[in-house]
């Protein structure tokens, strides 16, 4: 066999195995995947959007007025005088403050949702990321339960999808659900273009021959997925959908580099940057718009782990392409479901930075999380804050969203279970109880 070849059979083999998984339950029971939709008109679509490294919410979504505080350091001065004043938001009625990164996204504010004070309970990356993936409470460094795409794959029918659950750039669980919602995953956004793409001409060229003749012998390769042997009629159907997706010419679709206006739109630099927010938002687009997925999870965002003076210069310019990158995205969506209604898309970061600088100029890992939640099915508004001169944690009345002494600390898992709840899913796993008033 070819080295071409071989390394072609080699970026595929991820692919192959989650489509077997996203095939499994098409040999049992065809109609069992009917009962998990709750979506009469148009289909759900889902996005798990994540910064990682931990963001700055004081540059963000959680922004004070330029002042002196009893704890918080502004550190306004060492910003570039584009990031230096916030901007005045309305959010479903209340007036709040946001980091001149996110401008781009006031024009969405109509249908967000923003969690303020979100108690991440630790400050360990390992730990935050696994928290945060499924918005369940981790075992130690161990994600618990299924991640967050996951379950809301689950949320409408999937049968039509190669893809129901794609993932780029993260780790992705499925505990509990169905096998055909395990996520197919990239470690890169321009992967997507490889798994679509022809080896050569159509046909039965002898590439394609020899292609096919090396898949017909992956069952080990796919086999370490699973705990027992995988049917082989289950391999087959996995087998012909991928071939069913390398025939339907898709790579066109994700090949930015001939498309002026999709680049024009992101604002895309560098096609082939595969860490540019730009270039993975409008990946994401693409997978929604060509029909392979409507459920994506990506990580969006790296390298804003900022502890030193990299805090200034960098991190509020990361934020922004991140930001920018979004507020794009949401326009797309937004084309074919104006109140994105039958949409969701979840922007966070596993923990955010501290009020104070250190030594270093930068800042380093704080509790205080925000969470942003367009669409989804949640009333419009602010639920959560945190004290005005530390940024420190709040307990809230929960239906309000206020502060109240007394009153309730948000956690992850209760904006998971809403989540669910307004999506008609099983509240059960997340063991707490939704937060209803929140539910549109």
Partial sequence: MSRILKQSLRSRRGFLAGTAAATGALIYNPFERMAWADSPGQPRRFLSLFFNGGWDVLLGPDARAPGTYDVIELGTDLLAPEFQTPIAVNVGGTEVLWGAAMAELERHADVLTLFRGVNMN?????????????????SGLLTKGDSLGTRFAAADVYSDLIMPNFVIGMPTFNATLPPELTGVTVDKALEVGDLVRQLGPSGMSQTEQLLRAAQDQLEGCVSQHYAGPIPADLLGISRERMRDMLSQGLEASFDFANDDALVARYGIANVNDNKDPAVIAATIWRLLETGLSRTVSARLQTAIDSHNNTWATDHPTKLKAGF?????????????????????????SEFCRTPQLNG???????????????????RRGVCGATLEQTLGLLE?????????????MLFPEDIGATLAQAAGLDTNAFRVDPLTAWIA
Avoid: K
């Fill in 122 to 138: 630790t400050v360990a990356h390992p730990t935050a990321r696994a928290y945060i993936n499924s918005f369940i409470p981790p």
């Fill in 324 to 348: 920018d990158a979004v507020a794009v995205l949401l326009d797309d969506l937004r084309q074919t479901d104006p109140s994105l209604e039958c949409t969701t898309v979840v922007v966070y």
């Fill in 360 to 378: 270093s100029l930068g800042r380093d890992h704080h509790f205080a999380n925000s969470i942003l939640v367009f669409g989804g099915g949640l």
């Fill in 396 to 408: 809230i009345d929960v239906e309000t969203g206020l502060p109240n002494v007394g009153g309730h």
